[in-house]
């Protein structure tokens, strides 16, 4: 059964940071796109960053240089780490992993970011 766990979310003032896991399991595979994706409260879910098996990385605007995103293959994990936060990354972060053939996409059950002011 194909899991993947958040985990590393919670409050933090606005220039803070925090560092977000993603630990997946269940025969997914390492050549799988992973990403990170975001839902504010009354917005639709938005994409913040995804990085593929080979390291190649893409970032939501609103993120880059702030948002760093990374893998470690060996121990099926993906990283989020997240500096000079603002209230505006409040959301409830969510990790996907996509395999491109055939086509699947698997979701985590979320973790909340609240960055106060």
């Known amino acids: 059964q194909v899991q993947l766990v958040e985990s590393g979310g919670g409050l933090v003032q606005a220039g803070g940071s925090l560092r977000l896991s993603c630990a997946a399991s269940g025969g997914i595979s390492s050549r799988n796109v992973m990403g990170w994706y975001r839902q504010a409260p009354g917005k639709q879910r938005e994409l913040v960053a995804t990085?593929?098996?080979?390291?190649?990385?893409n970032y939501a605007d609103s993120v880059k240089g702030r948002f760093t995103i990374s893998r470690d293959n060996a121990k099926n994990t993906v990283y989020l780490q997240m500096n000079s936060l603002k209230p505006e990354d409040t959301a409830v972060y969510y990790c996907k992993s996509t395999q491109p053939w055939p086509y699947a996409a698997y979701w985590g059950q979320g973790t909340q970011v609240t960055v106060s002011s």
């Open positions: 990085v593929t098996s080979g390291g190649t990385t």
